[in-house]
Nanobody
């Protein structure tokens, strides 16, 4: 069973920054490396949405709502994906998850991000 482990969330004031990390310890390298990986988020009462994805270094896509503020990256050697979040806004408050794009593996527990105004 593939396991995704997210970390790095927390409570931050508006305008602050957080760096999220995702590990995929049980995903074999030959599957992880060519996979498009993404960060998703789900706010209370809303559907989960994809906010950023990375196919390979330099090949990234972002939702309009986070473009210019968030940066996604990956480390294939460690099977990890990162999300640097700057200039955070209260509307960024959500549980953040990583997964493949499209999301074909079981979801992890996610990491809570709360941005106070």
């Amino acid at each position: 069973q593939v396991q995704l482990v997210e970390s790095g969330g927390g409570l931050v004031q508006a305008g602050g920054s957080l760096r999220l990390s995702c590990r995929a310890p049980r995903m074999i390298t030959s599957v992880f490396n060519p996979s498009v990986m993404g960060w998703y988020r789900q706010a209370p009462g809303q559907q989960r949405e994809l906010v950023a994805s990375v196919a390979r270094p330099g090949s990234t896509n972002y939702a309009d709502s986070v473009k210019g503020r968030f940066t996604i990256s990956r480390d294939n050697a460690r099977k990890m994906v990162f999300l640097q979040m700057n200039s955070l806004k209260p509307e960024d408050t959500a549980v953040y998850y990583c997964n493949k794009v499209p999301a074909t593996v079981d979801w992890g527990q996610g990491t809570q991000v709360t941005v106070a105004s």
